[in-house]
């Protein structure tokens, strides 16, 4: 009967039984899925992430903001060993990144959910099938000679309709809108039963009512499912009015990092204090 506290959303959940002993906060709060220290990365011998501490709980979002070329895509990277750290720890759902066993690469990326500014779909195959590859990129991975199965499909499917485009199945990818298009992507990754979601960008590509309703979307998995998100943003009031949290770069080095209700623009007006103007182009 016992649940594994990290499967359970930080806010209170209707489906958890009423006879279990419900976990405290406190030991939820002891279970971050991604966890680091100190972290540095290095190119060319320049540090461009310098001292960054993160922690991700189950069932929050959490907003990553700075200017361009801060390192919030490096940050990304370096949660699934796509990026040179030079020192810290970084820790991933129960990987540590820094000292990986041999395979070990492959789970944890197979464990880790992404969506992308340009959503990275293949634009000539049909919505399924894009959804049914996040499949190929989870533990235990299919054999692709079989072909997916039948359980694969409805999972696919149902978490298209939950995504709100089961109507769009059998069209190709490149048919849909940017929205939609975004929405495929993150049916994608749930199809991977990741532990953790990573955003780069996810609506930088889409007008801001779209953005608002894929950011929406992106919250609600987390609060619902217990997959804390972290989406990289560049435009504030959509960071403000989506995350649970704010971590702020600027030049590598964490300078904000806090609860969303405790902060506002001018809070998070340093980030932004020397850049150039009109030399933004939200990368
Ligand atoms: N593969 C790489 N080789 C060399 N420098 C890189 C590489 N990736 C990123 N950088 C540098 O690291 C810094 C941070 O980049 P990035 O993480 O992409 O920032 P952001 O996503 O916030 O725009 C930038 O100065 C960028 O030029
Ligand atoms: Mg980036």
Same mark, same amino acid.
């Given at each position: 009967?016992?649940?594994?506290a990290?499967?359970e959303?930080?806010?209170?959940?209707?489906?958890?039984?009423?006879?279990e002993?419900?976990?405290p906060?406190?030991?939820?709060?002891?279970?971050p899925?991604?966890?680091?220290?100190?972290?540095?990365?290095?190119?060319?011998?320049?540090?461009?992430?310098?001292?960054?501490?993160?922690d991700?709980?189950?069932?929050?979002?959490?907003?990553?903001?700075?200017?361009?070329?801060?390192?919030?895509?490096?940050?990304? /990277?370096?949660?699934?060993?796509? %990026?040179?750290i030079s020192?810290?720890s !970084?820790?991933? #759902?129960?990987?540590? +990144?820094?000292? $990986?066993r041999?395979g070990?690469?492959?789970t944890?990326?197979?464990e880790?959910?992404?969506?992308?500014?340009?959503f990275?779909?293949?634009?000539?195959?049909?919505v399924m099938?894009n959804?049914?590859?996040?499949?190929l990129?989870?533990a235990?991975a299919?054999?692709?000679?079989?072909?997916f199965?039948?359980?694969?499909?409805?999972?696919?499917?149902?978490?298209?309709?939950?995504?709100?485009?089961?109507?769009?199945?059998?069209?190709?990818?490149?048919?849909?809108?940017?929205g939609?298009?975004? /929405?495929?992507?993150?049916?994608? %990754?749930?199809m991977?039963?990741?532990? !953790?979601?990573? #955003?780069?960008?996810? +609506?930088?590509? $889409?007008?801001?009512?779209l953005a608002d309703?894929?950011l929406?979307?992106?919250?609600?998995?987390?609060?619902?499912?217990g997959?804390?998100?972290l989406?990289?943003?560049?435009?504030l009031?959509?960071?403000?009015?989506?995350?649970?949290?704010?971590?702020?770069?600027?030049?590598?080095?964490m300078?904000v990092?806090?609860?969303?209700?405790?902060?506002?623009?001018?809070?998070?007006?340093?980030?932004y204090?020397d850049e150039?103007?009109g030399?933004?182009?939200?990368?």
């Amino acid at each position: 009967m016992t649940r594994v506290a990290v499967a359970e959303g930080a806010s209170s959940r209707s489906a958890l039984s009423t006879t279990e002993t419900p976990t405290p906060a406190s030991l939820r709060q002891t279970l971050p899925l991604v966890s680091v220290r100190g972290l540095e990365v290095a190119y060319d011998g320049q540090n461009v992430l310098d001292g960054v501490d993160l922690d991700l709980f189950p069932g929050e979002m959490v907003a990553l903001l700075g200017a361009s070329g801060s390192g919030k895509s490096t940050l990304m /990277r370096s949660l699934t060993g796509f %990026a040179p750290i030079s020192a810290g720890s !970084v820790r991933v #759902a129960g990987h540590d +990144v820094t000292n $990986l066993r041999r395979g070990e690469l492959r789970t944890l990326r197979s464990e880790v959910g992404q969506v992308f500014q340009q959503f990275n779909l293949i634009p000539r195959l049909s919505v399924m099938t894009n959804v049914l590859t996040g499949a190929l990129r989870g533990a235990g991975a299919i054999n692709v000679a079989g072909g997916f199965s039948s359980a694969h499909r409805r999972r696919a499917l149902e978490l298209l309709d939950r995504v709100g485009i089961a109507h769009k199945a059998t069209a190709p990818a490149r048919s849909l809108s940017g929205g939609q298009q975004q /929405r495929v992507a993150i049916a994608r %990754a749930l199809m991977q039963q990741p532990q !953790v979601i990573l #955003a780069d960008e996810p +609506v930088a590509s $889409l007008d801001p009512k779209l953005a608002d309703s894929v950011l929406e979307l992106l919250r609600e998995i987390a609060t619902e499912d217990g997959i804390p998100v972290l989406v990289s943003l560049h435009v504030l009031p959509l960071a403000l009015a989506h995350s649970d949290r704010i971590v702020g770069l600027r030049h590598g080095e964490m300078l904000v990092s806090g609860a969303t209700s405790q902060l506002d623009a001018a809070a998070l007006a340093p980030l932004y204090d020397d850049e150039e103007h009109g030399d933004d182009d939200h990368h």
